[in-house]
């Protein structure tokens, strides 16, 4: 495949010319993208530079997943306006766990090496660290836009977090990248690895960037802590409904970076969002998915039914913590989450709101939960 046809889409494909003098190499490249575990699931926006690597290998490429376990500890400050809070290592491995099994819903694990980077910096030692360190200037790491933003308004810049640049940037040194995909965000860090790989002596890799896919909000970028994401691995039937949600004014966007080869949006939006869900249905879970997912919409959400393929869920006896439920038996990401949702409103037996937190396994036997606008299941008597 051309220079041209893999830059297809991107942003930025630079220096202008490098790629094109790495596939004149004549062997396969090391197509390098990173991934930091701090949520448990890809979404739609991961898809998208994810669904690129995927064109490398598919043009005869080997794509390395760099699995960010240490990266993940610091935390990207990338579009930051505060520091991250430090994750548990419990919760990174976890959600490691998760990034690889969903990251094969796009990528060939055939033409995939994956490298966790706790496999060079959990072993690195001081000599190590002071000759990545010596690599690069504080004046380089500051011109990071976020870095001078919160310095200029006086927040705080911890120095665990100017090393976060250095660490993906030493990534590329480790596998030997020869091009780095990543958002636009990370342009400054995929163009610093190249400036660190120089200095350990390698050839420069080629820095692509794709564009941000906005959340299901329309505002800000599609994340996990925003709550304005649809995850690669979630249910046809919320993937479809989530889409439905997103603002008119965006369905081109997501139509140029999720759908580029499909028609583009005809400017009746809630038939283009029809389309592009079934689109994104069939894409994570088969040929169709997206059509059962518009049923199960029309019938649950549309006329407010109640789907007749809804899965039945066991009852422990005694007194039963319905947040601990709603987890286990609707897939709600963690209790704090069920609690917030029981709070709002948003979960109910037989179509009655919910407000308590524990009920008895006889309240509950036999009757519907429903989280949400799209959760539903059958709850059965313990035997």
């Known amino acids: 495949m051309t220079e041209p046809a893999l830059a297809g889409r991107a942003v930025d494909c630079l220096p202008p010319g490098a790629l094109a003098q790495k596939l004149a190499l004549g062997r396969p490249l090391r197509v390098k993208l990173g991934v930091d575990p701090t949520a448990p699931d890809i979404h739609l926006g991961h898809s998208v530079v994810l669904g690129k690597l995927r064109e490398f290998q ?35 491995e976890r959600n490691a766990a998760s990034y690889r099994e969903q990251a094969f819903r796009i990528l060939d694990p055939e033409r995939t090496e994956i490298r966790p980077n706790g496999e060079w910096f959990a072993a690195m030692g001081m000599e190590q660290l002071f000759a990545l360190a010596g690599s690069a200037t504080v004046n380089q790491i500051l011109r990071r836009n976020d870095f001078a933003e919160r310095m200029g308004a006086d927040r705080p810049v911890s120095v665990l977090e100017l090393l976060y640049p250095l660490m993906q940037a030493y990534d590329s040194v480790m596998v030997e990248a020869d091009v780095e995909l990543g958002g636009t965000d990370q342009l400054f860090n995929l163009m610093l690895g190249r400036e660190i790989q120089a200095a350990f002596g390698q050839s420069s890799q080629v820095v692509m960037t794709l564009p941000i896919l906005p959340g299901v909000d329309g505002v800000q970028k599609m994340s996990k802590s925003l709550a304005n994401q649809i995850g690669v691995a979630d249910p046809p039937e919320e993937q479809f409904g989530r889409t439905m949600r997103i603002p008119d004014d965006v369905l081109p966007e997501w139509y140029r970076i999720l759908a580029p080869d499909a028609p583009p949006p005809t400017g009746h939006p809630v038939d283009d969002k029809r389309r592009l869900a079934a689109l994104i249905a069939d894409r994570f879970h088969g040929a169709g998915a997206g ?4 049923e199960h919409f029309n019938r649950v959400v549309r006329d407010h039914g109640v789907p007749d393929d809804m899965p039945s869920v066991d009852v422990p006896p005694g007194l039963v913590h319905l947040p601990a439920l709603l987890v286990d038996a609707l897939g709600i990401a963690s209790r704090s989450e069920a609690r917030r949702l029981i709070a709002a409103g948003g979960v109910s037996l037989d179509g009655e709101p919910v407000s308590s937190l524990d009920i008895e396994s006889a309240d509950l036997s036999g009757r519907v939960l429903k989280a949400g606008k799209r959760r539903f299941a059958r709850l059965v008597p313990p035997a």
């Open 58 to 92: 598919d043009a005869g490429h080997l794509a390395v997943l760099i699995i960010g376990d240490w990266t993940a500890r610091v935390g990207d400050p990338s579009g930051r306006t505060s520091t991250r809070p430090m994750l548990r290592e419990e919760d990174i």
């Open 291 to 294: 059509a059962r997912a518009e």
